[in-house]
């Protein structure tokens, strides 16, 4: 994947966009990879957290738990990278414990470069995360020393976790989700309707898009 530089995109930024993720999914690798696009003067803050909670608070099942899903998505992700030019080679099993990657990535500061560096050892060279070499790999890249320590260290736990309850306050149900202002755009094809946002920040007042965000559900279906 190639890396960006988001040094150069200037002080006048505008409104902070909150990026969440998880670096088990590829969603938001392919997201990433995809970033250089993104005017110059937009500053993302990456939020690393745990899918798995996210998949808990909401009820949800993940798309690798549902097997003909699991199957499509796989799929789906090779021919994305392929279509964008991008390097991508799923690790030899997913999905994994992303819990030694997340906290590595907060011990080393969470920044773009951070992201950018784990993403590309488990999605571009695919390396297993949660193996001793995927370990060790992803701290030597951030310059983590004592990569047990770091992901030990009861602070680093202590704000994954906060980041995950603050993505369900935020209302975030999945992973990649930008937010802006108190808007969610959810997924790695929901750049382009960010932007939009954007650029036009009345997108949603449209009678039409009034009435969709608060239209009535019409049947439920009984939980088992």
């Not at 680093?156 to 202002?181: H, I, M, R």
């Amino acid at each position: 994947m190639k890396m960006i530089n988001f040094q150069n995109a200037g002080n006048d930024f505008m409104t902070e966009i909150k990026w969440y993720f998880d670096f088990i999914s590829p969603f938001a690798y392919l997201q990433m990879a995809q970033f250089s696009h993104l005017p110059k003067n937009i500053k993302l803050k990456p939020i690393p957290v745990v899918f798995g909670g996210l998949l808990a608070h909401w009820g949800q099942l993940g798309p690798a738990e549902i097997s003909p899903k699991r199957k499509f998505v796989y799929r789906f992700f090779q021919w994305k990278a392929d279509s964008l030019g991008v390097p991508f080679k799923m690790p030899p099993s997913h999905p994994y414990n992303p819990l030694s990657s997340l906290r590595l990535c907060i011990a080393a500061g969470s920044k773009i470069e951070d992201v950018q560096v784990i993403y590309n050892i488990i999605y571009g060279k695919g390396i297993q995360p949660d193996s001793e070499e995927g370990l060790g790999m992803m701290a030597q890249e951030l310059n983590i020393k004592n990569p047990e320590e770091a992901i030990n260290n009861i602070d680093v736990k202590e704000k994954l976790k906060q980041n995950t309850e603050n993505a369900v306050t935020d209302g975030v149900f999945g992973v990649p989700t930008f937010v802006v202002k108190d808007e969610l755009f959810w997924g790695g094809d929901a750049t382009d309707m960010m932007l939009d946002f954007l650029t036009n920040p009345t997108l949603f007042e449209t009678s039409e898009m009034k009435r969709i965000s608060e239209m009535p559900m019409g049947k439920t279906r009984k939980p088992k």
